[in-house]
Protein backbone atom coordinates (compact mmCIF):
# COMPACT_ATOMS: atom_id res chain seq x y z
CA UNK A 1 0.00 0.00 0.00
CA UNK A 2 1.32 3.23 -0.80
CA UNK A 3 2.29 5.74 2.11
CA UNK A 4 0.90 9.31 2.37
CA UNK A 5 2.45 12.18 3.81
CA UNK A 6 0.09 15.31 4.54
CA UNK A 7 0.49 18.49 6.11
CA UNK A 8 -1.25 18.06 10.42
CA UNK A 9 -2.98 21.11 10.03
CA UNK A 10 -4.07 24.14 7.85
CA UNK A 11 -5.90 27.20 7.96
CA UNK A 12 -7.44 29.15 5.79
CA UNK A 13 -10.19 32.26 5.60
CA UNK A 14 -13.50 31.89 4.69
CA UNK A 15 -14.45 33.07 1.10
CA UNK A 16 -10.70 32.21 0.31
CA UNK A 17 -9.39 28.93 -1.78
CA UNK A 18 -7.64 26.19 0.20
CA UNK A 19 -4.69 24.15 -1.53
CA UNK A 20 -4.38 20.72 0.86
CA UNK A 21 -1.46 18.65 -0.93
CA UNK A 22 -0.59 15.21 -0.20
CA UNK A 23 2.31 13.09 -1.20
CA UNK A 24 2.57 9.63 -2.48
CA UNK A 25 5.58 8.85 -3.79
CA UNK A 26 5.49 5.36 -3.62
CA UNK A 27 1.78 5.24 -5.47
CA UNK A 28 1.67 2.58 -7.98
CA UNK A 29 0.50 3.02 -12.05
CA UNK A 30 -2.52 1.59 -10.84
CA UNK A 31 -3.69 3.22 -8.05
CA UNK A 32 -6.32 5.67 -7.93
CA UNK A 33 -6.24 8.86 -5.95
CA UNK A 34 -8.97 9.21 -2.98
CA UNK A 35 -10.07 12.38 -1.07
CA UNK A 36 -12.41 11.92 1.96
CA UNK A 37 -13.13 14.24 4.68
CA UNK A 38 -14.32 13.77 8.04
CA UNK A 39 -16.44 16.23 10.25
CA UNK A 40 -16.97 16.73 13.50
CA UNK A 41 -18.94 14.04 14.66
CA UNK A 42 -19.33 12.04 11.29
CA UNK A 43 -18.32 9.24 9.41
CA UNK A 44 -15.65 10.35 6.45
CA UNK A 45 -17.57 11.34 3.59
CA UNK A 46 -16.18 11.36 0.12
CA UNK A 47 -15.03 14.11 -1.46
CA UNK A 48 -13.15 13.39 -5.43
CA UNK A 49 -11.17 10.75 -7.02
CA UNK A 50 -8.70 10.51 -9.98
CA UNK A 51 -6.16 8.77 -11.75
CA UNK A 52 -4.28 10.88 -13.77
CA UNK A 53 -5.66 13.90 -15.04
CA UNK A 54 -7.25 16.59 -12.98
CA UNK A 55 -10.79 16.23 -11.94
CA UNK A 56 -13.24 18.79 -10.54
CA UNK A 57 -16.68 18.10 -9.40
CA UNK A 58 -19.09 20.32 -7.36
CA UNK A 59 -17.40 19.78 -4.28
CA UNK A 60 -13.42 20.51 -5.14
CA UNK A 61 -10.66 19.81 -8.05
CA UNK A 62 -8.38 17.50 -7.51
CA UNK A 63 -4.62 18.42 -9.31
CA UNK A 64 -2.79 15.36 -9.88
CA UNK A 65 1.03 15.96 -10.84
CA UNK A 66 2.13 14.77 -13.66
CA UNK A 67 4.57 12.10 -12.17
CA UNK A 68 1.48 11.05 -9.65
CA UNK A 69 3.52 11.61 -6.49
CA UNK A 70 1.79 14.38 -5.16
CA UNK A 71 -1.48 15.46 -5.63
CA UNK A 72 -3.48 18.92 -4.40
CA UNK A 73 -7.35 18.89 -3.52
CA UNK A 74 -8.65 22.07 -3.84
CA UNK A 75 -11.87 23.99 -2.26
CA UNK A 76 -11.95 27.17 -4.32
CA UNK A 77 -14.19 29.00 -2.00
CA UNK A 78 -13.86 27.70 1.66
CA UNK A 79 -16.71 28.16 3.91
CA UNK A 80 -17.39 27.26 7.74
CA UNK A 81 -18.54 24.14 7.14
CA UNK A 82 -15.39 23.13 5.11
CA UNK A 83 -13.78 22.69 8.50
CA UNK A 84 -13.18 18.59 8.67
CA UNK A 85 -9.96 16.49 8.77
CA UNK A 86 -8.96 15.78 4.89
CA UNK A 87 -7.99 12.24 3.94
CA UNK A 88 -5.93 11.47 0.55
CA UNK A 89 -5.76 7.23 0.08
CA UNK A 90 -4.28 5.99 -2.62
CA UNK A 91 -6.02 2.76 -3.61
CA UNK A 92 -6.02 0.15 -6.49
CA UNK A 93 -8.60 -0.31 -9.03
CA UNK A 94 -10.97 -2.68 -7.58
CA UNK A 95 -9.68 -2.60 -3.76
CA UNK A 96 -12.28 -2.93 -1.10
CA UNK A 97 -10.55 -1.03 1.40
CA UNK A 98 -8.78 1.83 2.40
CA UNK A 99 -5.52 2.74 4.49
CA UNK A 100 -6.29 5.76 6.22
CA UNK A 101 -3.72 8.25 7.23
CA UNK A 102 -3.94 10.68 9.77
CA UNK A 103 -4.67 13.55 7.63
CA UNK A 104 -5.31 17.29 7.61
CA UNK A 105 -7.12 19.57 9.77
CA UNK A 106 -8.57 22.00 8.00
CA UNK A 107 -9.81 25.06 9.84
CA UNK A 108 -11.72 27.83 8.50
CA UNK A 109 -11.26 31.18 10.32
CA UNK A 110 -14.00 33.53 9.99
CA UNK B 1 -32.28 6.54 0.57
CA UNK B 2 -31.68 8.27 4.28
CA UNK B 3 -27.57 6.33 3.65
CA UNK B 4 -26.05 4.32 5.96
CA UNK B 5 -27.59 3.76 9.53
CA UNK B 6 -25.69 2.67 12.40
CA UNK B 7 -27.78 1.97 16.21
CA UNK B 8 -26.72 2.80 18.47
CA UNK B 9 -24.84 6.27 17.86
CA UNK B 10 -23.71 6.01 21.46
CA UNK B 11 -22.65 2.88 24.28
CA UNK B 12 -21.52 2.85 27.38
CA UNK B 13 -20.40 -0.62 28.94
CA UNK B 14 -18.79 -1.71 31.47
CA UNK B 15 -15.83 -4.22 31.44
CA UNK B 16 -16.51 -7.29 30.36
CA UNK B 17 -19.67 -6.82 28.93
CA UNK B 18 -20.99 -7.72 25.45
CA UNK B 19 -22.26 -5.27 22.74
CA UNK B 20 -23.67 -5.76 19.41
CA UNK B 21 -23.55 -2.42 16.81
CA UNK B 22 -25.94 -2.06 13.98
CA UNK B 23 -25.49 -1.27 10.56
CA UNK B 24 -28.17 -0.97 8.12
CA UNK B 25 -26.27 -0.12 4.56
CA UNK B 26 -28.05 1.72 1.43
CA UNK B 27 -30.16 -0.94 -0.45
CA UNK B 28 -28.44 -1.42 -3.43
CA UNK B 29 -25.04 -1.71 -1.91
CA UNK B 30 -23.51 -5.00 -2.36
CA UNK B 31 -20.23 -4.27 -0.08
CA UNK B 32 -20.00 -3.33 3.41
CA UNK B 33 -17.26 -2.40 5.27
CA UNK B 34 -16.59 -2.35 8.99
CA UNK B 35 -13.48 0.51 10.45
CA UNK B 36 -12.55 1.13 13.77
CA UNK B 37 -11.16 4.78 14.89
CA UNK B 38 -9.50 6.16 17.63
CA UNK B 39 -9.13 9.72 18.91
CA UNK B 40 -6.64 11.46 16.39
CA UNK B 41 -6.06 8.95 13.95
CA UNK B 42 -7.67 7.67 11.04
CA UNK B 43 -10.18 5.09 10.69
CA UNK B 44 -8.72 1.56 10.68
CA UNK B 45 -10.39 -1.43 8.30
CA UNK B 46 -11.24 -4.32 10.37
CA UNK B 47 -13.72 -6.57 8.15
CA UNK B 48 -15.05 -6.20 4.34
CA UNK B 49 -18.28 -8.47 3.14
CA UNK B 50 -19.48 -8.47 -0.33
CA UNK B 51 -23.33 -9.39 -0.16
CA UNK B 52 -23.27 -12.28 3.17
CA UNK B 53 -19.89 -13.02 2.60
CA UNK B 54 -17.11 -11.73 4.46
CA UNK B 55 -13.86 -11.83 2.36
CA UNK B 56 -11.25 -10.49 4.88
CA UNK B 57 -10.94 -9.98 8.40
CA UNK B 58 -7.85 -7.38 9.82
CA UNK B 59 -6.08 -8.78 12.59
CA UNK B 60 -7.06 -5.95 14.55
CA UNK B 61 -10.35 -8.28 14.57
CA UNK B 62 -9.67 -10.29 17.76
CA UNK B 63 -11.03 -13.17 18.19
CA UNK B 64 -13.61 -11.33 20.89
CA UNK B 65 -14.70 -9.64 17.52
CA UNK B 66 -17.11 -11.53 15.20
CA UNK B 67 -19.33 -9.84 12.46
CA UNK B 68 -22.20 -11.01 10.31
CA UNK B 69 -24.39 -9.68 7.68
CA UNK B 70 -27.04 -12.39 7.03
CA UNK B 71 -28.89 -12.35 3.76
CA UNK B 72 -26.04 -9.80 2.64
CA UNK B 73 -28.70 -6.52 4.16
CA UNK B 74 -27.92 -5.35 8.02
CA UNK B 75 -25.25 -5.93 9.59
CA UNK B 76 -23.81 -6.41 12.83
CA UNK B 77 -20.71 -6.18 14.87
CA UNK B 78 -20.66 -7.67 18.37
CA UNK B 79 -17.44 -7.77 20.91
CA UNK B 80 -17.47 -9.62 23.87
CA UNK B 81 -15.54 -9.35 26.90
CA UNK B 82 -15.59 -5.73 26.24
CA UNK B 83 -11.73 -4.04 27.50
CA UNK B 84 -11.24 -0.48 28.08
CA UNK B 85 -8.80 -0.60 24.77
CA UNK B 86 -12.29 -1.42 22.51
CA UNK B 87 -13.38 2.15 23.45
CA UNK B 88 -13.23 3.78 19.88
CA UNK B 89 -15.62 5.05 17.42
CA UNK B 90 -17.04 2.04 15.14
CA UNK B 91 -17.89 2.98 11.52
CA UNK B 92 -19.55 1.12 9.00
CA UNK B 93 -19.39 1.67 5.19
CA UNK B 94 -20.85 0.94 1.99
CA UNK B 95 -20.07 0.83 -1.50
CA UNK B 96 -21.36 -0.35 -4.93
CA UNK B 97 -19.08 -2.56 -6.40
CA UNK B 98 -15.43 -1.48 -5.60
CA UNK B 99 -16.54 2.47 -4.85
CA UNK B 100 -14.63 3.75 -7.84
CA UNK B 101 -17.14 5.75 -9.34
CA UNK B 102 -19.11 6.82 -6.38
CA UNK B 103 -17.10 6.08 -3.30
CA UNK B 104 -17.93 4.65 0.03
CA UNK B 105 -20.49 6.14 2.20
CA UNK B 106 -19.88 5.84 5.63
CA UNK B 107 -22.39 6.21 8.57
CA UNK B 108 -22.16 8.40 11.55
CA UNK B 109 -20.29 5.21 13.70
CA UNK B 110 -21.34 4.35 17.27
CA UNK B 111 -18.97 5.38 20.04
CA UNK B 112 -18.44 3.10 22.39
CA UNK B 113 -17.07 3.80 25.97
CA UNK B 114 -15.89 0.74 28.03
CA UNK B 115 -15.87 1.83 31.75
Known amino acids: DAKTTQPNSMESNEEEPVHLPCNHS???????IHWYRQLPSQGPEYVIH???SNVNNRMASLAIAEDRKSSTLILHRATLRDAAVYYC???????????FGTGTRLKVLA | DTGVSQDPRHKITKRGQNVTFRCDPI?????LYWYRQTLGQGPEFLTY????????KSRLLSDRFSAERPKGSFSTLEIQRTEQGDSAMYLC?????????????FGSGTRLTVV
Open chain 2, 93 to 105: ASSLGSGEHYGYT
Open chain 1, 26 to 32: TISGTDY
Open chain 1, 50 to 52: GLT
Open chain 1, 89 to 99: IPSTSGTYKYI
Open chain 2, 27 to 31: SEHNR
Open chain 2, 49 to 56: FQNEAQLE
